[in-house]
């Protein structure tokens, strides 16, 4: 175990890949960490992965595309495990692959829904948890879509995560004074799965 040492650790889309892999890291280096998303057997799965190594986790479900799910999975955190200190915004969705002009316009809102609004609401829990305890980390699962290299056939995906990136560095202008250090990374996506 390392210096995470009973910070509290939430991670959204912590069923498989990348929040798999951060929940289990935070995991092993002490955290308590609480696995979010909509899938319960992957998510419990992974929890019990975290436990097997000697760690502590839990599974929270929520579908993150709805804000009362969001705001219940707050709360149970709070309740169950103290304020959340470290915070993963990994969940994410994207359209089928799509040229734009063939693009069907009702896909934004289930997108932008998951992948920014979610996004907003996760931050706007994770930032008043850690004003409470004194400080903590964000970190948002961005891409290199949003960044400089837009995806073909992914114009909605594209979008929102550059609105993921644009939010991250509003958060971290505003409350890196108040020792809460927010960033985003932005996977490639070239990775083997």
Do not use: W
């Not at 699962?141 to 114009?155: D, E, I, Q, T, Y």
């Not at 809460?180 to 990775?191: E, F, L, T, Y």
């Amino acid at each position: 175990m390392s210096d995470l040492n009973d910070r509290v650790a939430l991670v959204t889309g912590g069923g498989s890949g990348i929040g798999r892999a951060a929940a289990i890291a935070l995991g092993r280096d002490g955290a308590r960490v609480v696995v979010a998303g909509r899938r319960a057997a992957e998510g419990e799965e992974t929890a019990g992965l975290i436990e097997a190594a000697g760690g502590r986790a839990t599974f929270g479900r929520a579908d993150l595309a709805n804000p009362d799910e969001i705001e219940a999975l707050f709360e149970a955190a709070r309740r169950h495990v103290g304020p959340v200190t470290i915070a993963v915004n990994n969940a994410g969705v994207q359209e089928p692959r799509t040229p734009l002009a063939g693009l069907d316009p009702g896909l934004y809102d289930h997108v932008f829904g998951v992948n920014v609004r979610a996004v907003l609401l996760c931050m706007r829990h994770e930032v008043r948890h850690m004003l409470e305890a004194g400080g903590g980390v964000i970190v948002n699962n961005a891409s290199v879509s949003g960044a400089r290299n837009p995806n073909p056939g992914l114009a909605l995906y594209s979008a929102s995560k550059a609105a993921v990136i644009s939010l991250t560095r509003s958060a971290a202008t505003e409350y890196g004074p108040r020792n809460i250090r927010v960033n985003a990374v932005s996977p490639d996506g070239s990775a083997p799965r």
